[in-house]
Each structure stands twice: as C-alpha cells, then as structure tokens.
C-alpha cells in the first residue's frame, strides 16, 4: 500500500476536493472522486486511529495523574503503541483476520485497564 500523500499525487491523481483536481493556470491535473479504494483505506485506518487514541491519551492523562507504578505505566504505553502500530499494518496490508481485530483488542484492553485503575484510585 502506498500512503495516502503518495496516492494524491502519484499516478492515481485521486482528489476529494474540485479545487485540487486543477494544476498551475487551471489546467486539469486529476479527477474528482470520492470512491478510491486506496485512499478510502486509508481514510479508514486514519478515523480508527483517532478513535482509539485519543481516549487512550485521555485515560492517560489521568492515570498518569494518580502516580501509578513507573514500570506497568510503561509497559501499558509500549503494549498500546505497539497495538496500533501492528493495527496501522493488518490494516495497510491487508493482512488477514484477526490480525487486525487482536490488536484493536490488545489496545482496548490495554485502555480500558489504564481506565479501571482511574476508578479504583478516586
């Protein structure tokens, strides 16, 4: 999979917005679509990103707030980093399932326990 910088301007020429489809003086440079399988991947990987990480950098502000152990606070941002990192590329791939659903698991599990001790510490 190419990224999606590449993909805008590489020879697919795939553009969400009229203004971008013209090049220097007016001239076309590229189409108007919104049904790019590539780019439409991509745009998916990207809202699931967002999605999953900002409540996890939430969570974490707060977890980090009760002073846990320096060790397993560590080890629960390496597991989540890594999570979305191997999600990042099942998704890109495509690899097969569950690659991608287990490491959505490990970083949900990983957010929802970094949640749990919030709780437990109010």
Do not use: C
């Not at 707030?65 to 590329?89: E, G, K, M």
Request: charged share 15%.
């Amino acid at each position: 999979m190419r990224s999606r910088h590449a993909l805008r301007f590489s020879s697919v020429s795939a553009f969400a917005n009229p203004e971008d489809t013209l090049g220097l003086f007016g001239t076309p440079k590229g189409q108007l679509t919104l049904a790019d399988p590539d780019v439409e991947r991509v745009r998916r990987n990207h809202l699931n990103d967002i999605e999953n990480i900002i409540p996890f950098v939430l969570i974490g502000i707060f977890y980090v707030a009760i002073n846990p152990n320096p060790y397993v606070a560590l080890w629960h941002f390496r597991v989540f980093f890594l999570s979305r990192i191997i999600h990042t590329i099942a998704y890109q791939t495509p690899l097969p399932q569950p690659s991608r659903a287990m490491s959505f698991l490990v970083g949900l599990v990983t957010t929802v326990s970094m949640a749990i001790q919030v709780l437990l510490a109010i």
